[in-house]
T-cell receptor
Framework: ETGVTQSPTHLIKTRGQQVTLRCSSQ?????VSWYQQALGQGPQFIFQ???????GRGNFPPRFSGLQFPNYSSELNVNALELDDSALYLC???????????????FGPGTRLTVL | AQRVTQPEKLLSVFKGAPVELKCNYS??????LFWYVQYSRQRLQLLLR??SRESIKGFTADLNKGETSFHLKKPFAQEEDSAMYYC??????????FGIGTKLQVIP
């Protein structure tokens, strides 16, 4: 059984560009959540995907979007990057039934995004 | 709105001393509370959740609905407890709200 993996590890972009971050969920997990963790802060919930559909969203603008694939892997896309988007982006997978995810979330190592 | 407050960014204690990491929450319904831990160079991982009522690595946490608190306690701190601790709340379905985190430093 493999754990949650994320790619790339680090990424540097310039303001206005677009970025795609990837996450492979743990074997057997059907739910993926994405978090943004700014320096010195706790993780902030961006959104969650369950069975390939968005299943809840935090206070992030529409330029943050995502996808979940049939194998339950996921992508986070951010358009029109801003300097404040610089952060560690965490992916977490879990199991859910009917979208209610009270089960333990297993986190990936994160992708460090720097926007210049 | 749901909110988690961890008032201390850094807590330093001596080895063998008791530890209490404070967490207060704001939520109108019945939340589920968690403590997550991140050791140096490791991933964020679940330490315990209030519905389990377990003691993990000597840590316990009791949900006090009257005081809206979920403080994490351990009677005798060990050096290996040094880590970043996050209190988190799930108010329903999808959204998990994390606190800002408390860095626990156990002094040998």
């Amino acid at each position: 059984e493999t754990g949650v993996t994320q790619s790339p590890t680090h990424l540097i972009k310039t303001r206005g560009q677009q970025v795609t971050l990837r996450c492979s969920s743990q074997s057997g997990h059907n739910t993926v959540s994405w978090y943004q963790q700014a320096l010195g802060q706790g993780p902030q919930f961006i959104f969650q995907y369950y069975r390939e559909e968005e299943n809840g969203r935090g206070n992030f603008p529409p330029r943050f979007s995502g996808l979940q694939f049939p194998n339950y892997s996921s992508e986070l896309n951010v358009n029109a990057l801003e300097l404040d988007d610089s952060a560690l982006y965490l992916c977490a997978s879990s199991t859910s039934r009917q979208g209610r995810s009270y089960n333990e979330q297993f986190f990936g190592p994160g992708t460090r995004l720097t926007v210049l | 709105a749901q909110r988690v407050t961890q008032p201390e960014k850094l807590l330093s204690v001596f080895k063998g001393a008791p530890v209490e990491l404070k967490c207060n929450y704001s939520y109108s319904g019945s939340p589920e509370l968690f403590w997550y831990v991140q050791y140096s160079r490791q991933r964020l991982q679940l330490l315990l959740r209030h519905i389990s009522r377990e003691s993990i690595k000597g840590f316990t946490a009791d949900l006090n609905k009257g005081e809206t608190s979920f403080h994490l306690k351990k009677p005798f701190a060990q050096e290996e407890d040094s880590a970043m601790y996050y209190c988190a709340l799930s108010g329903g379905y999808q959204k998990v709200t994390f606190g800002i985190g408390t860095k626990l430093q156990v002094i040998p």
